[in-house]
């Protein structure tokens, strides 16, 4: 998350999509900064999105980023808001502050097995018939490794994952209540 883009279109999806799958549960949010926030800003920020910053350390290409993830450890709904996504892909040390790979969040998701893992993920080429195909790659190998998900597809896109599929299906449930349309969600 950057600075810069506080406050834009995305943020506002992010709220109502965290009310939407869990309407009457407290998100935590581990928001990957890549640059330096305030604790007013901070404070802004976790208004804005309605839950409580769990990690307000900023990633670096020298973050130890198993002790990171470790720190933001708790029970409960956890989003996770890297600036661009997951990462099927190694990526060069420059750019890897900008993702969360596919194997840090999945062992994220199965240390907090019981609750939904939500996470921001921009990561698609901007050639639209090959987000689809991406989502399911990523969802597939999440699924090898005993994580149900499902993808939201939109200008924002997000993953939206658990261990427990009847959390994960009531979060689905709530979306679709709350009008989202069945083929904007990618399985």
């Given amino acids: ?3 810069q883009y506080f406050g834009d279109f995305y943020d506002l999806a992010k709220r109502f999509l965290m009310q939407c799958l869990a309407p009457d549960e407290p998100w935590g949010i581990i928001p990957m900064f890549t640059d330096e926030w305030n604790p007013e800003q901070i404070a802004l ?3 804005l999105l309605g839950g409580c910053a769990r990690q307000t350390e900023i990633v670096t290409a020298q973050t130890d980023r198993v002790t990171y993830f470790e720190e933001a ?5 956890t989003f996770i808001d890297p600036d ?8 060069r040390s420059e750019n890897w502050p900008k993702f969360i790979s596919l194997e840090e969040l999945s062992d994220f998701v199965l240390q907090n097995s ?11 080429s901007r050639q639209s018939e090959l987000i689809v195909p991406r989502m399911r790659k990523k969802l597939a190998r999440l699924d090898a490794r005993g ?3 499902f993808g939201y597809l939109g200008q924002a896109s997000f993953l939206v994952m658990s261990c427990d599929s009847s959390v994960l299906e009531q979060a689905r449930q709530n979306l679709l209540n709350a009008g989202i349309p069945s083929c904007r969600l990618v399985a």
């Fill in 1 to 3: 998350m950057r600075l």
């Fill in 45 to 47: 920020f976790e208004g």
């Fill in 73 to 77: 450890l708790e029970d409960g709904h």
């Fill in 84 to 91: 661009t996504g997951v990462s099927l892909e190694n990526r």
């Fill in 114 to 124: 019981d609750h939904m893992t939500l996470v921001y993920d921009q990561s698609y």
């Fill in 147 to 149: 994580i149900t998900g």
